[in-house]
């Protein structure tokens, strides 16, 4: 039988809780939220001295959701809705950290979370089947329930570059950017990374600084952002589609929702229509031309060289030095094969007297000095370097943590020797363990994740509702369980053009540098939800339940 563990009962320096929440970003919030309403007793611990995950850490200049209005925020509560008060249709980062406060505050959260405060173990006991988790700040909590909302993309990575501490300037991390912010005018300033985040970060800094060097590995192929003002008439339109919308993204593939046909490219289409529907979707300014043009964009590679062409065609009409049109137009991977970044006069810029690129394929980098960073063929002379260098994705946060399942078996480990996860929610091994945004589900990167984290969030907390009504200890996916995701997984996710681009985050290098897994599940999100709610329905088979 379970037995009731009261909230924040403090015995000695010990607390205990039915569940520990640890994140209090996007899925955090609504997990704690969630948990909370279903009459738990909820602790929750969060590393940065605020609430809002990636927004909270990501404030570097022009930084903005690539997810169209009024597809980014949480759908739990309509309430929340009729609050909500977007002025772009493309939100920046200050709105979205503001929106995270006001969610929290509105549901009066912030008093469970313990800010400033790391995780730094999770151990299961089999015996009492209780976690205890452990803090940096010294808290030590027994749960029934351990729910990690870390994040995919959370832990930085940075290039190892021979020399790099030898740098006498300063350094920063886009996803570490000081909250009071960092003078640049004036400054000679090296980006490193040309992805989502780097892209904004280039168009938002390079009219401020001195000098803006790029330094650009991959090009990416961007589409030309649309984001007007919202108006009054917008945010009324909003609030009276909710239940409409609600349905539509969440039986939509990625939880964006597109209106009109996605039809075959070629099936008796005429070129000239295929072009006219190319020409309306761009026209759009956001991410439909990867999510929602043709049918088979993502599968047919003559479909995708045909969307790659156009798309590098809309390129090079910006850029009149064929020589830089050479570097920034991607020849050599089809479009939508990596993250589509939203962008907007970035190809234009590298025209300006004070913006250099530099093709890191050309000239990879060698060493970095005091004064900067040498590549093979130059020194470039820096005060600061900023690298926009992306996530150890999907499983970094998790990484930094001790967890220890069954038989004190580490997550870590098992993961080195296997990454998996049953539909990226738990993980066999690891009893009443959840996660959210992990490895092989829709959340984990090809979808608009307040759609996602969602259905993530309610699913974990009906499971725990489910082994506390039942009067189990725990609950962990049985292997076969588990191999039986991956293999489907496997079957949806391998064929697809995505996952056979080996160069992109979504397939991320195994410890060991030996293998590159897919952790973007490919199937789409109604089809997942209909896997999890099986699981559901079905009282759990093909779970292990004590
Ligand atoms: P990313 O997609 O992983 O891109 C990292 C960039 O750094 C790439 O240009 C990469 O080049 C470069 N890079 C990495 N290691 C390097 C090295 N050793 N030397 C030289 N260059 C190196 O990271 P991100 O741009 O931060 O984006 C990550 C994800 O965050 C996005 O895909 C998206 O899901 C999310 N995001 C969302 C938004 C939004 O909604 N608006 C904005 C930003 C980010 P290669 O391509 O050659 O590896």
Redesign the pocket.
Known sequence: MTEMIENKHVVGSRQLADVVVVGAGLSGIYQLYRLLKDGLNVVAFEAASGVGG?WFW?SYPG?????HFPH?QYWFSKALWDDADWSER?PAQPEIARYFNHVVDKFDLRRHIHFETRVVSAVFDEASGLWTVRTNKGHEVQARFVVFNTGG?SEP?????AGRDNFAGQTFH??RWPSAGVDLAGKRVGV?????????LIQAIAPVVGHLTV????P?YAIAIQNPKLTEADLDAMRSSFDELHAQVHSSRGGLYYPGDTPPMFDDLPAEERERHLEAIWTEGNLRLWAHSFADTGINPAAAACVSAFVRSKIRARIKDPLLAAKLVPEDYYFGT??V??ENGFYELFARDNVALVD?REE??QTMDAAGVNTTKRHHDLDVII?????D?GVGALGQIDIRGNAKRSLKDAWEESLRTTVGMQVHGFPNLFMTMAPFAPAA?ICNVPVCIDQQCDWIADTINFVRRKGHQSIQPSAATEEAWMAHHREVSEPTLLAQNK???YRRIAADGTRRELIAYMGGIPRYRQVCDAMRDSDYEGFELT
């Open positions: 990636v990501n930084a903005r959701v690539d997810s980014y493309f993309l990575k940075v290039p190892e570059i886009t996803s490193v990374g040309t992805a989502a985040t780097g892209i904004q330094f650009q590995r991959t990416n990596r993250r970044p939203l890191l990879p980098f690298y926009a260098t992306g996530f994705a990167a160069n992109s985050w």
